[in-house]
């Protein structure tokens, strides 16, 4: 049973059932259904099903190699970009199916933000404004008045706004990663996927972006991938535990650390293993 | 051993461990490949200085005026560089107007767009464009190329065009378009490669960072990794002028090798390293050959600045990837 | 804001990725259009005549080019053994022994060197070998070609030894090899197919000079004896009958053409191959 991490967890003020199947939720977002991935011949993940719903924070947590960075980019068909993959099973994006939509359309609406940040080499302002005008807005007040909007949601236009014709590169590590995150925001996107954001920054970093992310919840939808169990507790309202390319189990994060169902569960959140 | 320090007999230089590593034929392999390193450092400078005495009559004698002087008439026994000077750059400048956009288009076909076995079989191809030898496509040049510009191309262009001064005049086939034509061919090969290594070392992250905002791939290639590779593939250009500029025996084979400074592309013309391969081994006088050594330390030293500026920009680019 | 995906930008996009592939598709047409049309036209121009026959005076048909081939090969010993030992020694040193800043000396200069026209070089290789002896010969064409191979066997020698693991040299000189001996008897060898490949790569390429030639080994319309006489090779006789009017002649240059450029692209692609498959293909 999971002491330690009960004392760790905040308390969100609601109503567990005690349950093996996740409640049907009232908006779900994005929906995955019995999807299969292979790398070339390697099968990387198995009958995948499961429910984002909106506005909420999901948690994808489990070993390294477990494969819940290879679902986060199924996600937003971002392993399309590598050769020699198959993707079988549907991801619904508001009931439809995004393997049927643009795939252009798909990752504007399913924005990411990536392990090591990744800015473009051009100034702070140019890199959030980047995908504006890429889709197509080119009114300079309008971009300037999202560019301000999306580095306030990213806690960084204190930081930046005298500066935003500087170079991205002249940031810190942590505030190019929520210059990453403003990015990703300006587009406006309905699911924002974040693949281990923290990983290569310090606690205070850390602790800042967590902080914005509880903030723009209500904007978007968040699922992050996390390797550090403590991060999900802090942050996710529904986690899902990854292994071996397998969903062992997915449920509301206080049950899943508190009173896991499945032993594999029980075993790594008490940290048996991984 | 213990208690006492044991200090190996090698490390200890003394007279003996010098003759045993003589014997053992260390100091000897040092002191030849070092020798030989020295060596080399000679040679360019002899290089240089050779270059430099011997062109000494001429500077003597016309002086730097001698690069700016259009005369050259050597049974009068005046020299001057400038239509030399400005063929070479005429020649160079078509021959990169047509191979740029060319190059760095298929160098991005073959870095984003080609599946990797294509884009290897591909380049590898086109590599080997680059080892044809000069005299080659100075044949291809006279025996094909030029018929085929005279036949087809030259007609169409006079008459579209004709009124334009670049297009005036008659044409032989032998002309600064044809050299310049040619010179295309043979710098596209270089561009191609160093452009397509330059793009492909922009790091994946960047791709992705772009593709995740929902670009198409010709918007990510274009704003984004050509950016990231802009400062090399200038670099690649630097690298194919400083070829065109040297570029000898196709260009002397197809530009007519008469010294003449005129607008028209059609006419024929003439460039540094063309009359020193025309003229140098029958040049008589010391003044003659003098001068045509000149015009060869000219051509050296415009290509050493090209080539080190090329480098700078190349080097910059990958070392910022590693 | 509205960011649906624009028909324009999918357009945009098939548009420029179609011209991309385009110009591909038209570089390597060129080259085989090269190959092609010499290998049509110089098999069609082939003889035995022209292995094994002397020029002919102008306006003679049936002539050869067995002089040319013998001098070609002549001229190119010459330049083998002056600018391969020296690259390939001056390679050990900056790979084994050299310091820091003598190192990036010499790599400039080096690079340098490979920059420098082949005409100029010919033009050096006149004054220090052809005005001293009073005439033209083999031995100052090979001058030339040699000092034109020195920066490939320098730059080639050091990357392919560089490749070798350090662990290598580590095992030698545990065993109580001196530096020399390991260097000679361990760290080339390892290298030694990169190495070949390189040299062979660099003969292919000054194979098919001909600037440089010009006015150092000149030429000849007969067999020359040794190596202090003018000497006909391969590349300028292409050059002379190709601006020679007798249509003879321009059938001989195809020939000549032919037989250079196989030469030439057979030891490029061996060459590549070996390096594709050596040991230093893993860095790639």
Request: positive net charge; hydrophobic residues 50%; aromatic residues 8%.
């Amino acid at each position: 049973m999971a002491t330690q991490q009960q004392q760790s967890i905040k308390e969100p003020e609601i109503k567990t059932i005690p349950t093996d199947n996740p409640k049907p939720q009232p908006s779900s977002k994005l929906q995955a259904r019995n999807l299969n991935f292979h790398y070339g011949s390697f099968q990387a993940l198995h009958d995948i099903s499961m429910n984002i719903s909106a506005h909420k924070i999901t948690a994808f947590i489990g070993p390294s190699g477990c494969g819940k960075s290879t679902f986060l980019r199924t996600m937003n068909r971002m392993n399309e970009a590598v050769r020699n993959t198959k993707v079988e099973g549907e991801i619904l994006l508001d009931n439809q199916d995004i393997h049927s939509m643009d795939v252009t359309d798909v990752r504007r609406r399913v924005g990411m933000v990536f392990q090591k940040s990744n800015p473009f080499p051009k100034s702070i302002f140019d890199n959030v404004a980047y995908g504006l005008r890429v889709n197509g807005v080119r009114r300079k007040l309008t971009v300037e008045e999202a560019v301000q909007k999306s580095l306030e949601h990213a806690a960084l236009w204190g930081e930046v706004k005298d500066k935003l014709n500087k170079p991205a590169s002249a940031l810190s590590g942590g505030q190019q990663q929520r210059l990453c995150i403003a990015r990703a925001l300006a587009v406006e996107p309905e699911v924002l996927l974040l693949d281990e954001p923290c990983s290569a920054l310090d606690p205070i970093a850390t602790l800042k972006i967590e902080e914005l992310l509880f903030q723009i919840k209500s904007l978007t939808t968040i699922v992050i991938v996390t390797h550090n169990m403590q991060q999900a507790a802090r942050l996710a309202d529904y986690t899902g535990f990854f292994l071996l390319g397998k969903l062992v189990e997915f449920d509301e994060t206080r049950k899943m650390f508190q009173n896991p169902s499945k032993k594999e569960t029980e075993d790594y959140v008490t940290g048996r293993f991984g | 051993m213990a208690g006492s320090t044991y200090v190996p007999s090698a490390s200890r230089p003394t007279a003996s461990s010098f003759y045993k590593r003589l014997r053992g034929g260390d100091e000897v392999a040092y002191l030849l490949t070092f020798a030989c390193a020295v060596a080399i450092l000679v040679i360019v400078g002899l290089i240089v200085v050779e270059l430099w005495t011997n062109s000494q009559p001429t500077v003597k004698q016309f002086g730097l005026g001698f690069l700016w002087s259009s005369r050259w008439d050597p049974n009068g026994g005046h020299f001057g560089a400038l239509p030399f000077v400005y063929g070479t750059c005429v020649t160079a400048f078509l021959a990169l107007l047509i191979a740029v956009p060319l190059g760095v288009a298929a160098a991005i076909f073959l870095a984003e767009m080609a599946p990797p076995r294509l884009s290897n079989i591909l380049t590898f191809l086109i590599e080997l464009l680059a080892a044809v030898p000069s005299v080659i496509y100075g044949l291809i040049g006279i025996f094909v190329l030029v018929p085929i510009i005279r036949d087809y191309l030259v007609p169409v262009l006079t008459r579209l065009f004709g009124y334009l001064p670049i297009f005036s005049g008659d044409f032989y086939g032998v002309s600064f378009l044809s050299a310049g034509l040619v010179l295309s061919v043979m710098v596209v090969p270089f561009i191609i490669s160093v452009s397509r290594e330059v793009l492909l070392a922009v790091p994946v992250d960047q791709r992705e960072a772009s593709l995740a905002l929902g670009t198409t791939k010709w918007e990510t290639t274009w704003q984004v990794v050509i950016p990231n590779a802009k400062t090399g593939i200038i670099g690649s250009i630097f690298l194919a002028l400083a070829r065109a500029l040297g570029e000898t025996m196709a260009v002397t084979m197809v530009i007519g090798n008469t010294p003449k400074i005129t607008p028209s592309l059609l006419s024929p013309g003439y460039s540094i390293a063309a009359v020193i391969a025309n003229e140098f081994a029958e040049a008589s006088g010391n003044l003659y050959v003098s001068s045509l050594i000149f015009l060869g330390l000219v051509l050296f030293g415009l290509t050493i600045v090209i080539n080190a500026l090329a480098r700078i920009l190349v080097l910059t680019t990958s070392r910022r990837r590693s | 804001m509205d960011m649906r995906i624009s028909p324009r930008r999918k357009i945009a996009n098939a548009v420029m990725l179609s011209l991309s592939g385009l110009c591909t598709v038209l570089v390597i047409s060129v080259l085989f259009f090269i190959l092609g049309y010499l290998l049509w036209h110089g098999s069609s121009s082939l003889s035995l005549n022209f292995f094994t026959k002397l020029p002919k005076p102008s306006g003679e048909t049936g002539g050869g080019m067995a002089n040319a081939i013998i001098g070609s090969g002549k001229v190119l010993l010459v330049a083998t053994c002056i600018g391969v030992p020296l690259g390939f020694l001056a390679g050990v040193y900056l790979a084994e022994y050299s310091g820091k800043t003598f190192a990036f000396t010499l790599r400039y200069v080096v690079d340098l060197l490979n920059g420098v026209p082949s005409i100029v070089i010919g033009i050096v290789a006149y004054a220090v070998v052809v005005r001293p002896m009073g005439h033209y010969s083999a031995l100052a064409g090979g001058v030339a070609l040699g000092i034109m191979m020195i920066p490939i066997a320098v730059r080639t020698t050091e990357e392919f030894l560089l490749a070798v693991p350090n662990s290598l040299r580590e095992g030698a000189l545990a065993l109580g090899a001196t530096k020399a001996k390991t260097i000679f008897t361990v760290v080339i060898p390892a290298a030694i197919s990169g190495l070949i490949s390189g040299m062979m790569l660099n003969l292919a390429r000054v194979a098919g000079e001909t600037a440089p030639l010009l006015f150092t080994a000149l030429g000849n319309m007969f067999m020359s004896p040794g190596f202090m006489h003018p000497i006909a090779t391969l590349p300028v006789m292409i050059y002379n009958y190709a601006i020679a009017p007798e249509e003879d002649l321009h059938q001989q240059a195809w020939a000549a053409g032919f037989v250079l450029l196989t030469l030439v692209l057979f030891i490029n692609v061996t060459a590549r191959l070996i390096i594709a498959r050596g040991p230093a293909s893993s860095r790639r």
